[in-house]
């Protein structure tokens, strides 16, 4: 009875490993389908790899969006919501860190 459930999640391990991409994290994702030209797997993954240290997963995902939405992140930036200024802390924090551990 198991058997298929674990077959099958063996199957999206697989298909997990083998394609890189699914495994990494929404902020190197994002950073993989901008067009920024300075966007290469190496340094996405380095900001992805900066923020698992500083960002929590829905500050990461809230985060990622920005790559498709600049305008959202100046949205947030300028909110009243102490909720808003409250991750713009701590995504500034994550930026400064990434930019310093991930510029070459």
């Known amino acids: ?8 999640a063996c199957a999206a391990v697989v298909l ?4 890189g991409i699914a495994l990494a994290g929404p902020i190197e994702r994002a950073c993989m389908n901008s ?3 300075a ?9 992805q790899q900066v923020a698992n240290m ?5 500050d990461q995902r809230k985060a990622a969006a920005f790559f498709k939405d600049p305008d959202r992140a100046q949205k947030v930036r ?3 919501s102490d909720n808003d200024n409250e991750f ?3 995504y500034k924090s994550f ?9 070459r």
């Open 1 to 8: 009875m198991m058997k298929p459930v674990v077959l099958a």
């Open 16 to 19: 997990s490993i083998s394609s």
């Open 35 to 37: 067009d920024r030209k």
């Open 39 to 47: 966007a290469n797997r190496s340094v996405c993954a380095c900001v």
């Open 54 to 58: 500083t960002l929590r997963g829905p």
């Open 78 to 80: 300028m909110s009243k």
């Open 88 to 90: 713009w802390r701590r």
């Open 95 to 103: 930026g400064q860190q990434a930019e310093a551990t991930c510029a």
